[in-house]
């Protein structure tokens, strides 16, 4: 069973930075594209960034030009950096593999919260 953990998260003014990892425990994580989904209270969880296991990226029109998604394959580890935040991206962030089709594959950790707030 794959275990995700998911850290970096916390309150942040509007306008600032966060940057976000993710550590996966599965054995082979290279081949898998990733993802990170993020839930806002009484919202459904949504896809806001992906990575292709060959490193594109991909990204929802709410947080394209502010957040970039990268991966590091020798630690298992992927990272979200969120620039220009606003109190609209305050959600629980979660990573997980993710299909081509946006469809996750793997349990989901605990998720981090990121607040964004004056």
């Known amino acids: 069973q794959v275990q995700l953990v998911e850290s970096g998260g916390g309150l942040v003014q509007p306008g600032g930075s966060l940057r976000l990892s993710c550590a996966a425990s599965?054995?082979?994580?290279?081949?898998?594209?990733m993802g990170w989904y993020r839930q806002a209270p009484g919202k459904q969880r949504e896809l806001v960034a992906t990575?292709?296991?060959?490193?594109?990226?991909k990204y929802a029109d709410s947080v394209k030009g502010r957040f970039t998604i990268s991966r590091d394959n020798a630690k298992k580890m992927v990272y979200l950096q969120m620039n220009s935040l606003s109190p609209e991206d305050t959600a629980v962030y979660y990573c997980n593999a993710v299909t081509l089709g946006g469809t996750y594959l793997w349990d989901w950790g605990q998720g981090t919260q990121v607040t964004v707030s004056s």
């Open positions: 990575i292709t296991s060959g490193g594109t990226t």
């Open positions: 599965r054995s082979i994580f290279s081949s898998y594209h």
